[in-house]
């Protein structure tokens, strides 16, 4: 097969493939880099290099993440009537993220600030503006889920909505409900009930991450459930065997940041889960992806392409051995 047919198959090969709908927020992201926690006052310093602002928010890192992997994505969101709508929009077409379904119906775009140290320790302040009295209009919803079968909704209020809806059309729904402690938290309860694919981080849990993926699977029968351990890895509970696994954490280049490492978690679990329909090869390259990743300081920078992970995968195979977890 020539250059040319194999391009064109290829093409042709994207075209037929299913999507995968992500619907969550972007933001602009203003990144400060200090020498270490807790920050003292000082009425002006010169951190030369270390403030950059980048595009960002769970649901943009989630569709570029996705997109770099090779996969075909609906992205919804929304965002301001300001100076950033531009922007926002050429950086989506670079990446190659359709602004289809990226409305401009806010009168600011949301924004967030990251202090990070050396050690890759961050701390997240995030302004969502008036988005979390927003609703994303359900027909724009439902034309863009008709061509995909993983609907990834992140725990964002314009998405409340749409949980029923693609439960109600057969869709895999997939949720990252981040930091929570409590398994009735009022404001992601609806997440976690319509998630069949459900992650979140153990930095809040009271108990073990085991005792809480039982937990989950006694009030939700969440089908697969990944818990992020940060530098432990990250551990899966898989309900029709009731079993759980630890992925090990590893190591590829000096981490520079740890903001976005569970979005590339998340993202690269689905894109390897899409494809195997196995969940423990799945996490595997999952936790391979984070820690390339978070040797980037932007949330949404650092994601390597399908053959490149492929590639890392057949290097650092043996160190990504799971562990079978007793409870």
Not at 89 to 95: D, G, H, L
Not at 146 to 170: P, T, W, Y
Not at 258 to 266: E, P
Request: net charge negative.
């Amino acid at each position: 097969m020539g250059i040319g047919s194999f391009r064109s198959h290829k093409s042709s090969l994207m075209r037929s493939m299913k999507k995968i709908l992500v619907s969550g927020l972007i933001n602009i992201e203003t990144t400060l880099r200090i020498d270490q926690f807790p920050l003292h006052y000082f009425p002006v310093t010169y951190p030369f290099h270390g403030v950059q602002s980048t595009l960002s928010g769970v649901g943009y890192n989630l569709a570029k993440a996705l997109t770099i992997l090779g996969n075909n994505v609906n992205f919804l969101s929304l965002i301001g009537k300001d100076f950033y709508e531009p922007i926002i929009r050429v950086e989506c077409s670079t990446i190659g993220v359709s602004d289809q379904y990226l409305l401009s119906e806010l009168p600011q775009t949301a924004q967030s600030v990251i202090i990070y140290e050396k050690s890759g320790r961050r701390q997240i302040h995030t302004d969502l503006k008036d988005i979390q009295e927003r609703q994303y209009p359900t027909d724009l919803f439902e034309q863009a889920l008709s061509e995909c079968d993983l609907c990834v909704l992140c725990n964002i209020n314009f998405n409340r909505h749409m949980l029923e809806i693609a439960r109600a059309k057969g869709k895999t729904i997939a949720t990252d409900v981040h930091a929570i402690q409590d398994l009735n938290d009022a404001y992601n309860r609806d997440f976690m009930a319509a998630a069949e694919i459900l992650f979140l981080s153990h930095e809040q849990l009271t108990c073990s991450p085991q005792a809480f993926i039982q937990s989950l699977w006694d009030h939700y029968h969440n089908r697969i459930i990944v818990v992020g351990l940060g530098d432990q890895g990250a551990m899966l509970g898989l309900l029709e065997t009731k079993s759980i696994t630890q992925i090990p954490a590893i190591q590829t280049r000096p981490i520079l940041n740890t903001i976005g490492a569970g979005d590339a978690l998340f993202s690269a679990f689905l894109h390897t889960y899409q494809s195997t329909r196995d969940p423990i090869l799945s996490l595997q390259k999952a936790v391979l992806f984070s820690s390339f990743k978070i040797g980037c300081i932007g949330a949404a920078e650092g994601s390597i392409d399908m053959q490149t992970l492929s590639t890392f995968y057949h290097e650092y195979q043996h160190q990504l051995s799971p562990v079978k977890i007793s409870f």
